[in-house]
């Protein structure tokens, strides 16, 4: 809200060169205080004042966070609405279960009616649907009883019968309403164990993507002037992750119409992150591709890391940069600003004015851009290399290859899997690397 800096802010984005700014909207701050009630004011307001000094907006419908973002009258009204962890506890923060009847219903609801209400405003460049779908790491996946009604439909419709799964998972239920997904992965599990979990992430991915999807259709029926709508995830979560998230680059995005990612590599040691998943993502979706969330980890980028973190995405296809974020807060532990907390220009914001100036002198050039053939692939495999996590994961090999020869002076491309030929590279295109053990797991 900080209605008391928007001038000042808004003033020096501006003058700043930047051309967009991302808002994250909560449920609650629209609809707070019963079912039904919405308030607008505050939104209005703050498009109005963007458009005054001619910035477009960026809304974000978020949905989980760790702190608060689902109204207290839901908390009241609603019961059983939340991520459960395979011990049956509640995610620590505000982490609703996407297939709760109600809550897939409310939060349709105030998606509709936002979108219904600011659609015409001037300033609305782009929606994006919610923020990071992702499941929090410590649940391995979402138990509420709803998902796991849904697992149990999704299983029934990959197999013919109950006997061919039990025969492939090595299990003996009775029926597909007796199955339950799996709460553990080692790497010492057999070869039925890992199809059982590789069945229960399948279902995760294909979940979470078919109902970004369904918001995704919400706002295009709503805003009559067809806005373009982004879906950004935390790109860590297929670097590794994906056991714990549910998050696949190949599903999450299917409802997008511009592609998104987040990433906060520790330093510019780590830049090619950028390289590597603009590059990805635009083979991947052959959509415009954007960095949502640009940062290091610890919030204190140098100026030389902020323009190899910019330079880096936008050579893998990038184009549209945002910096996290603007001014500090004191929720956020006060580091991730360009600005400090009282609007001090902190060391970044030099740094950052500079990638400005140079992405708005090569934004023509950008656009028109399509990508480099690069000297050499990594084939980047299935869903199914994410049996394991961390630096245990393929995907951690497979950023390791692609490090060891972009050092080497290579530019590296990430091809997915249904792209590789069916024939032998031939004189002048790139040889076409897989990476031990991607397939493996």
Not at 202 to 231: C, K, P, T, W
Not at 240 to 257: F, K, L, N
Not at 346 to 371: C, E, G, P, Y
Not at 386 to 392: D, L, M, Q, R
């Amino acid at each position: 809200r900080q209605r008391e800096t928007w001038d000042d802010d808004l003033r020096r984005m501006s003058q700043l060169g930047l051309n967009t700014v991302r808002i994250d909207l909560a449920w609650r701050d629209i609809v707070p205080y019963y079912e039904g009630s919405y308030e607008f004011g505050c939104l209005d307001d703050f498009l109005d004042k963007a458009a005054e000094y001619g910035l477009y907006v960026v809304p974000v419908f978020s949905y989980a966070t760790s702190d608060y973002n689902t109204p207290i009258w839901f908390w009241l009204r609603y019961h059983d609405w939340a991520m459960v962890g395979a011990d049956g506890s509640w995610a620590w923060g505000d982490y609703p279960s996407v297939n709760h009847p109600d809550y897939a219903r409310l939060f349709s609801d105030y998606i509709r009616e936002t979108v219904r209400h600011i659609s015409q405003h001037p300033a609305i460049l782009a929606y994006q649907v919610l923020n990071e779908p992702h499941y929090p790491q410590q649940l391995i996946s979402d138990y509420n009883a709803h998902t796991v009604a849904g697992f149990r439909g999704w299983a029934a419709q990959q197999y013919s019968s109950v006997d061919l799964l039990n025969a492939t998972w090595l299990t003996n239920f009775g029926s597909f309403d007796d199955i339950e997904p799996p709460s553990v992965l080692t790497s010492s599990n057999g070869t039925g164990d890992r199809k059982q979990w590789q069945d229960w992430r399948e279902f995760a991915y294909a979940n979470l993507g078919s109902y970004v999807e369904d918001l995704a259709g919400i706002i295009r029926e709503e805003d009559r002037n067809q806005h373009m709508v982004l879906v950004a995830e935390m790109s860590w979560w297929w670097w590794g992750e994906q056991p714990a998230t549910g998050v696949s680059p190949s599903r999450i995005y299917q409802g997008a119409d511009i592609v998104g990612y987040d990433v906060y590599p520790e330093g510019g040691k780590h830049a090619e992150y950028f390289t590597l998943n603009s590059d990805l993502l635009t083979r991947l979706w052959q959509r415009p591709v954007w960095v949502t969330e640009l940062n290091r980890k610890d919030g204190n980028p140098t100026s030389a890391e902020i323009q190899s973190f910019t330079a880096r995405a936008v050579r893998g296809g990038a184009t549209g940069i945002f910096y996290f974020e603007w001014r500090d807060t004191w929720t956020d532990g006060g580091t991730y600003g360009l600005l400090d907390a009282r609007g001090n220009e902190k060391k970044q914001f030099a740094a950052f004015a500079d990638a400005v100036n140079w992405l708005r002198r090569s934004a023509s050039q950008m656009i028109a851009k399509t990508l480099d053939q690069p000297d050499v692939y990594i084939v980047w495999p299935s869903e199914s290399i994410a049996t394991s996590s961390g630096p245990a994961s393929p995907a951690d090999d497979i950023y390791r290859a692609a490090l060891r020869l972009a050092r080497q002076g290579q530019q590296v491309g990430l091809l997915p899997e249904d792209q590789v030929p069916d024939h032998p590279t031939g004189a002048g295109e790139p040889d076409i690397v897989v990476v031990p053990g991607s397939h493996s797991q």
